[in-house]
């Protein structure tokens, strides 16, 4: 499918507007991305007659431009810290933090959230998608234009800019949410399992991707996942959450070589290493969950 915008080669950074472009350049020679730091979080959620501990106690802190990979069972409270991190959750007790400063309250602009599926417009172009947190923010009609075409070229899309989501394949499609993300040049990234609803070989091509992409703008991310694999594959370290009401249970650093490759976890010998002992938590945790009931 042949597009009929123009097309703007990332090499080419003369097409972009000047703001942009020094940033672009700014992200490739300095980390653009926030600390972020949970204070001492406790939070609960009301289920008929009684309340629900989701989180107790939990303290992390993220440095900035740092990738954390955050697992454990479903409903253990992964996405409530997600929602804390950029100010739409507001802990019971304990407080966030973000580049040192307490949220409290207010939301963070230099937040970006991508979500499990792509949440495309379907009335809407690819160019148009990626277009639209840009156009939310009040960035002028050329300008954002001009972003979205140059992010679509960076995830390989730079010829589909015209199609409309039905014609593009779910890897198409999150392609187009990354570049959607990403073209907000967010501070803070926030993934909640990204790539779950991939088959096996576009997940391993889109991680690979996102890793290259993320390389050159490096926000801090807190990423969700389930999958010990991607979450050593993709991050600087990886944190367990587990018990009832959740706690971390580990924190692992990753020392695996950047820029890393779809084969990482066939090349390091490291990596069998991570999963191994990961691995051996969660199935602690869930035997003593199992034992408790």
């Not at 949410?177 to 790539?195: S, V, Y």
């Not at 594959?233 to 490759?261: N, Q, Y």
Request: hydrophobic fraction near 40%; charged fraction near 25%.
């Amino acid at each position: 499918m042949t597009s009929s915008y123009p097309q703007v080669h990332e090499n080419d950074a003369s097409v972009l507007p000047p703001q942009r472009r020094e940033a672009s350049h700014a992200a490739r020679r300095h980390g653009q991305g926030v600390s972020v730091e949970f204070q001492a979080i406790s939070h609960a959620f009301a289920q008929g007659d009684r309340i629900a501990a989701v989180l107790d106690d939990v303290s992390l802190h993220i440095a900035a431009s740092e990738f954390v990979s955050v697992v454990g069972p479903s409903g253990c409270g992964k996405t409530t810290l997600l929602s804390m991190a950029c100010g739409l959750t507001k802990p019971k007790v304990g407080r966030v933090m973000v580049d040192g400063r307490p949220l409290d309250g207010r939301t963070l602009t230099e937040a970006a959230y991508m979500l499990a599926r792509d949440a495309l417009l379907p009335w809407r172009n690819a160019c148009e998608n990626v277009e639209f947190g840009l156009e939310v923010r009040g960035v002028p009609a050329k300008v954002r234009r001009t972003i979205a075409l140059d992010w679509l070229e960076r995830v390989g899309l730079g010829n589909y800019a015209g199609a409309r989501v039905g014609q593009l394949s779910q890897g198409m499609r999150q392609r187009v949410a990354i570049a959607r993300t990403l073209a907000l040049t967010p501070r803070l990234l926030l993934m909640d399992e990204p790539f779950a609803a991939l088959d096996a070989q576009t997940r391993v091509l889109i991680q690979e991707e996102f890793l290259r992409l993320w390389e050159s703008t490096r926000s801090t991310v807190i990423f969700i996942t389930h999958d010990l694999v991607e979450a050593i594959k993709l991050s600087d370290r990886v944190v367990l959450l587990g018990g009832s009401p959740t706690r971390i249970t580990s924190d692992l650093r990753v020392e695996l070589p950047r820029p890393r490759s779809a084969d990482v976890e066939h090349d390091d010998p490291k990596f069998a290493d991570y999963y191994n002992g990961l691995w051996a938590a969660l199935r602690e945790d869930v035997n003593r969950a199992t034992t408790k009931r």
